[in-house]
């Protein structure tokens, strides 16, 4: 029977978000690594010659380490601080304990004063992590960046020391031979991992701090998506907000139709060609039609700019940030309801969604002066709720912001590089996963645009079954199901209560050969206008992407391209209210090299921010294979609720 997995579990076998460490965590982890990497060495070391009573005392600082590296791997800084309060102060221990071993070496006791120091310091992070949890956010919406900026150079400076700390620990230790695991080469590894780390925490904050202490106001795009009319790169841009932060502090938020911008856009632009059924031009509302974040975040940013409403003032965007209506559900059930003029019953996690929407074509109907009020009203609302939580609510916060992430509720990205590629390293503002070019495994990703189709994507229910075989002759074959339904009805708006008209995009390995297909739809598209008569522009991103689409001459309603390294099979479905359609692809692509005994094979799966499917996916080894991690010849993994990027590495073993 396979290995059925639900969610995240199994953290050694499955990944999310490429298995890095987010941010705040990301920062303090680094150091609290090298904490307890020199303390398992030297306590090593020691524990070899040491007496029982000895051992035991040591066996106590150290279990107060690990406790604190637990508290803070919880997010919990205070109770963290505690414990290496309480480790550190006794060296841990180790002052008293070196007196036993003084014929052994001469500059044990200058690593056991280091590694105090470097004890102490996560202490002082742990305090720093605290203020970050508890007042970071109430001094940036209550006008006291000061204090933040304070604080965020604070910390790197605590990082520096920690790295300068570290590197003298390093030296003493390869003096001393010592070795957690008894390998000196081991040890270099996991410090030169750890060390890395630590600089590459201190570099962005650093570059933050940089950012944030600018006399200039910082302009930040906060794109909100909307999951019930989706494009590639999450919901439809219809709302955005212009925050714009300056001292460390926000200053304001304009929240705004993206209709504004629209008609203030005048660059006439060859759309796509799938929304060219849709529109004649592209304008802001479009540029989320990749789907990698980087590249719709810049292409938005450079739209928006490029719109009279920005360009007349010569506002520059420094950075963008796509918000899901998962957030906006969640911060909801963080408050509780909330009531906005206009709207007479209360807001919550269960109804916002479809509440705000009927608001705004109520106004949209009857020509009213600006249709998105309300978001405003909300914006504003849950402003002043955030800067009233208590400490319960804050940590709660934090919990919820890791899980966006995690699950690209929430996207980044920084025009600053520094920023950008530090976001990248914590996993916080990744583009399309880069596959090397001896990659062993496979890829999917599916990607939904509604193209026509009202806001009826929030009725629509879909599974996808994957199915990978590897053939023992290094060959992959997948066989891949797409369910969708319609499940609206007379009873639910008009908007909801359309035919579904969807462009699908399917992300496969490069290089794949396309076996079969049933269900698939062909769809004829013509040019609304005379684009080269009429002096239309071409978009470089799309341009990019549209001069490798080619149709696959066996499969007429399939065509084929190339994007982020990835060949794209794409197709069109339409489901009326009540229907359901089926889409099957059969396709395969070779692996690196041959299989073998030991040979690793990674799977990688990325989610569509904003999306919902049900997903199974299984994975089959060859033949007279087995895999290592469940025993059996198959491994399934299945979820409702991915990370933005699940990765599942596997060990094929002979039977």
């Known amino acids: 029977m396979a290995k059925k997995i639900t969610g995240e579990h199994e953290e050694s076998l499955i990944f999310p978000v490429g298995a890095k460490s987010g941010l705040p965590k990301g920062i303090v982890w680094g150091v609290v690594g090298l904490i307890m990497l020199f303390a398992g060495s030297f306590g090593y070391f020691l524990y070899r010659s040491a007496t029982v009573s000895v051992k035991s005392s040591m066996n106590a600082s150290l279990l107060q380490l690990q406790a604190g590296v637990k508290d803070l791997r919880n997010f919990d800084p205070q109770s963290a601080a505690q414990e290496f309060q309480a480790a550190g102060a006794a060296g841990p221990n180790f002052g008293g304990i070196l007196s036993e071993f003084k014929p052994l070496f001469k500059s044990a006791g200058d690593l056991a004063g280091g590694f105090g120091r470097l004890a102490d310091l996560g202490v002082k992070l742990s305090a720093e992590a605290s203020f970050f949890e508890s007042a970071a956010l109430p001094d940036f919406l209550g006008g006291n960046g000061a204090d933040l900026i304070a604080h965020l150079s604070s910390t790197s400076a605590l990082l520096g020391q920690a790295a300068d700390e570290s590197d003298i620990l390093s030296a003493d230790a390869s003096n001393l031979g010592i070795s957690a695991s008894g390998s000196a080469a081991s040890f270099g590894s996991q410090y030169l991992s750890l060390r890395i780390g630590v600089a590459g925490a201190q570099k962005f904050l650093s570059a933050l701090t940089d950012w944030f202490s600018s ?50 856009f005048k660059p006439t632009i060859i759309p796509p060609v799938p929304l060219m059924p849709e529109i004649t031009r592209m304008r802001p509302a479009d540029a989320n039609w990749f789907f990698g974040f980087p590249e719709t975040a810049s292409e938005t940013i450079s739209f928006m700019e490029r719109s009279d409403l920005y360009a007349a003032s010569s506002t520059s965007f420094d950075a963008a940030i796509a918000v899901s209506t998962k957030v906006i559900g969640d911060l909801l059930s963080l408050t509780g309801p909330i009531t906005i003029p206009g709207v007479k019953t209360p807001l919550d996690a269960a109804n ?163 076996l079969n297909e049933t269900g698939a739809a062909a769809k004829s598209i013509y040019p609304p206008a005379y684009y080269a008569k009429q002096g239309y522009s071409t978009d470089p991103l799309v341009a990019a992407l549209e001069s490798s689409t080619a149709p696959i001459f066996n499969y007429p309603a399939i065509l084929s391209h190339e994007e982020d390294g990835k060949e794209v099979l794409s197709t069109w479905s339409r489901i009326n209210p009540g229907g359901k359609t089926e889409l099957v692809l059969d396709y395969s692509h070779r692996l690196y090299s041959q299989v073998a005994d030991g040979t690793s094979y990674r799977f990688v799966f990325e989610k569509q921010p904003g999306s919902e499917r049900s997903y199974t996916f299984d994975v089959s080894a060859p033949p007279g294979f087995k895999f290592a991690e469940n025993n059996l010849p198959v491994y399934e993994y299945q979820s409702d609720d991915p990370p933005g990027r699940l990765v599942i590495d596997l060990t094929l073993e002979k039977e």
């Open 215 to 264: 006399p200039d106001p910082r302009h930040v795009l906060v794109l909100l998506e909307n999951p019930s009319e989706m494009r590639p790169g999450g919901g439809f841009l219809g709302s955005y907000a212009d925050a714009v932060i300056q001292g460390g502090s926000l200053l304001s938020t304009d929240v705004r139709d993206i209709a504004d911008a629209d008609l203030a």
């Open 352 to 514: 916002f969604l479809e509440m705000l929407q009927a608001k705004v074509q109520q106004g949209q109907a009857t020509n009213a002066s600006y249709p998105k009020m309300a978001l405003r009203d909300l914006a504003a609302a849950l402003t002043q709720k955030f800067s009233s939580m208590d400490d319960a609510a804050k940590q709660k916060l934090f919990t919820l912001a890791e899980d966006w992430f995690a699950k690209r509720d929430v996207e980044i990205y920084f025009k600053d590089p520094v920023l950008e590629q530090a976001l990248g390293e914590y996993g916080l503002s990744d583009g399309v996963y880069a596959t090397p070019a001896d990659f062993e495994g496979d890829y999917l990703a599916l990607a939904d645009a509604n193209i026509n189709g009202g806001k009826s994507d929030l009725f629509i229910k879909q599974s996808v079954l994957l199915q990978s075989q590897i053939n023992a002759s290094g060959t992959v074959t997948d066989h891949l199901v797409i369910d969708r339904t319609h499940t609206a009805s007379r009873s639910n708006a008009w908007w909801y209560d359309t035919p579904n008209q969807n462009y699908l995009q399917v992300f496969i390995p490069d290089a794949s050969e396309l």
